[in-house]
C-alpha cells in the first residue's frame, strides 16, 4: 500500500515513482496539461470568475424550467410574468441562460429593468446565451454552475421541466433538508404539472419513511406569478428541515 496525501494505492494501483519525483522530473512528454490535474485549474477559474462576477448582484431569486418550452406557451408567458415581476420586486433573476422558460424569465426581468443573469452549460446539442441576459456566465462544468445557483439565491421558483429541472430541483431540496445550506424558499410552478410528484413523494416516498412529515413543508406550489414571488420574497427561518 501506498499513501499519497488523501489517496491510498493498493495492488496494481501503486505508482512506481513518487508524486515529488514526477514533479521535479525535468524531462519527459507533455501530455500532463491535458490531464485531470490541468483541468482542476480549469474548475479553478470557473469558480473565481463566477464568484468575482456575482459577488455583487445583490438579492436574487433562481428560476428552473424548460429549455423546451415554446413561446406559445402559457407556461412561456408566465415566465415572462415571473422574470417582471422579481425586477420589480427589487430581485435579480438568475436561470440558466438558455432557450424556454429560461429565455422567458431572462425577457421579464430585462424589460422590466432588472438584472437579467444567465449561468450558461458547454453542451453538445445547445445552447448559447438567450439574448434578454444582461449579465451571463458559460460554465464547462455542472457542478461549478450548480454551486452559483445556490450561493446567489435567496430563494427557487421551480417551472415545469424534464431531467434537468429534476436535478436542480431536488440539488436544492437536499441541500435545505440536510441543512448544508440556510433555508430557502422553494416554490413548484404549475399544479397541473407538478401535483403528480408531490403526490408520488406523500403517498410512497414519506408513507414508507424515507422522509419525514417535516420535509413536505420545504415545498410550495402554485400557480399564482404574484404568489410565487410573494413566496420566494418573504424572510426565512435560520434553519428548516429534518
Known amino acids: 500500500m501506498r499513501t499519497q496525501g488523501p489517496v491510498i494505492r493498493r495492488q496494481g494501483q501503486v505508482q512506481q ?20 490535474q490541468w483541468r482542476i485549474m480549469r474548475m479553478q477559474a470557473e469558480f473565481v470568475e463566477g464568484f ?20 406559445n406557451s402559457p407556461m412561456w408567458q408566465a415566465g415572462v410574468e415571473i422574470g417582471r415581476g422579481l425586477a420589480h420586486a427589487g430581485f435579480t433573476a438568475i436561470t440558466g441562460g438558455g432557450p424556454g422558460i429560461m429565455e422567458a424569465v431572462n425577457k421579464g426581468a430585462a424589460q422590466a429593468g432588472g438584472v437579467s443573469v444567465g449561468l450558461g452549460i458547454e453542451l453538445p446539442f445547445e445552447q448559447a446565451l438567450n439574448k434578454h441576459v444582461t449579465l451571463g456566465i458559460n460554465f464547462r462544468y455542472f457542478f ?24 436542480e430541483l431536488f440539488e436544492a431540496l437536499t441541500l435545505v433538508q440536510t ?20 403526490d408520488w413523494i406523500r403517498g410512497t416516498v414519506l408513507a414508507n419513511g424515507y422522509i419525514s412529515e417535516v420535509d413536505l413543508d420545504l415545498l410550495t406550489i402554485t400557480d399564482s406569478v404574484d404568489e410565487a414571488i410573494s413566496w420566494v420574497s418573504a424572510p426565512q427561518p ?5
Do not use: C
Open 17 to 36: 515513482t513518487t508524486t515529488d519525483q514526477r514533479l521535479l522530473a525535468g524531462r519527459g512528454d507533455a501530455a500532463w496539461v491535458h490531464s485531470d
Open 52 to 71: 468575482s462576477t456575482l459577488a455583487e448582484l445583490g438579492p436574487a431569486i433562481g428560476v428552473f424550467g424548460s429549455a423546451r418550452t415554446p413561446k
Open 238 to 242: 435560520a434553519g428548516n428541515g429534518t
Open 179 to 198: 441543512r448544508k445550506v440556510t433555508s430557502f424558499p422553494i416554490v413548484l410552478f404549475g399544479t397541473t404539472f407538478w401535483s403528480p410528484l408531490l
Open 144 to 167: 461549478a454552475r450548480k454551486v452559483m445557483f445556490l450561493k446567489y439565491s435567496k430563494g427557487f421558483i421551480v417551472m415545469p421541466g424534464g431531467f434537468g429541472t429534476f436535478d
